[in-house]
């Protein structure tokens, strides 16, 4: 006698346009040319990167590229500092540039704000490839925090623009504002996060509150899984993260359970249909 659980995969979830718009250039050229340079993950999930690999994308780290000639490379959706379109040049090499819009804008606006000599703080998590190109567009002297008790210990001058990672929470970063404004600082916020990631943090908790169980799929290194799991875990407590379907434990589930399955902007539709298909085996 199986489980027969009632499994739902949450229609919003999967890839942000952002992401589907990287991986459908890759996979153009990859079909035309057989293989393709691309600069870091082109997506944080092991899985969708595999895939991709399989069709002949290379990934390689920023310190291998300045060892390329005359290649195509791939700038994936994080978008790159202005560094590694200096060393293109140099070296011939042709960017394929599939930066997210959304970061593109937000690079400019750093960029611009850097150049009326305005001092810059940027919430956003260390060594995240997106914070990494906005730093960039500051010459490295913006003040990346991903805590607000990281200040604590800084020397901050008295007035400052701040921003924001495109994936952090809104709630977040209106709380971390306020909290600077009652410190005294002379803060001027520029909300720049995106509202396809941030309206699914209130959708995502209405979807985990109408299932009994809660299955979340997503790459471990994806910062925007993280956050989206706790969205989950604080509506439904009985919600589970996994990679993948090798990691779902069937103790988890009673027979008749309706079961939601939802995932990151990085999670492929097609690795949540494989946990649905899992599932619905039991």
């Known amino acids: 006698m199986g489980y027969a659980l009632k499994v739902t995969i949450d229609k919003d979830s999967g890839f942000c346009f952002g992401v589907v718009y990287a991986i459908d250039m890759a996979e153009e050229i990859l079909e035309q040319d057989g293989y393709l340079y691309c600069l870091g993950d082109i997506v944080h999930n092991d899985e969708e990167v595999a895939r991709l690999k399989a069709k002949g994308l290379r990934i390689i780290s920023h310190d291998k590229l300045p060892e390329l000639q005359n290649e195509k490379v791939l700038i994936r959706a994080h978008g790159e500092a202005p560094e590694t379109y200096r060393i293109a040049l ?60 990281e200040l604590a210990d800084v020397e901050l001058p008295d007035s400052f623009t701040l921003y924001s990672q495109t994936t952090k929470s809104t709630d977040n970063f209106y709380a971390i504002k306020s909290e600077l404004l009652n410190r005294g600082y002379d803060v001027k916020a520029n909300d720049t996060i995106c509202r396809q990631v941030s309206n699914r943090y209130e959708e995502l908790g209405d979807f985990a509150s109408k299932h009994d169980k809660v299955v979340f799929v997503s790459g471990k290194k994806s910062s925007n899984g993280r956050v989206l799991y706790d969205v989950c875990l604080k509506s439904n407590p009985n919600s589970y993260f996994v990679s993948d379907a090798s990691e779902l434990n069937p103790e988890h589930f009673n027979p008749g359970d309706t079961v939601g399955i939802c995932g990151a902007t990085s999670t492929p539709m097609w690795l949540m249909e494989q946990v649905k298909v899992a599932l619905e085996s039991y």
Do not use: M
């Open 90 to 149: 140099e070296n011939n090499i042709t960017l394929i540039d599939a930066s997210c819009p959304v970061v593109l804008k937000l690079q400019n606006r750093v960029k611009t704000s850097h150049d009326q000599q305005e001092k810059i703080l940027i919430y956003g998590k260390h060594g995240h490839a997106e914070v990494i190109g906005l730093q960039g567009q500051t010459n490295g002297e913006a003040i990346v925090f991903q805590d607000i008790a």
